[in-house]
């Protein structure tokens, strides 16, 4: 029999979170162009505080609303990680 071989190619993403200033965060994310991820950024006490954004290769500022501890879950293909970032 004849074998075909099959690539799979899984696309990498790196996706960095820093302060930018007092009230913004700076996401940026680095790796496949095409890939989009989906960032929920709530802060702990305030559910109603959540929001959602699309981030595509490159960076992108996320409006912080003060102090207080965030989650932050970074959904990019079939993988989902929660990051918790205090802000004081």
Do not use: W
Request: hydrophobic letters at 40%; a positive charge.
């Amino acid at each position: 029999p004849e074998y075909k071989r099959k690539i799979i190619k899984t696309p990498v993403q790196r996706i960095g979170i820093f302060r930018e200033s007092a009230d913004k965060l700076l996401v940026s994310m680095e790796g496949n162009k095409s890939a989009t991820a989906m960032i929920e950024l709530t802060i702990k006490g305030s559910p109603a505080a959540k929001q959602q954004h699309e981030l595509k290769n490159g960076t992108s500022l996320l409006p912080l609303s003060g102090p207080g501890i965030y989650a932050l879950k970074v959904k990019c293909a079939d993988q989902m990680e929660e990051v918790f970032i205090e802000v004081q």
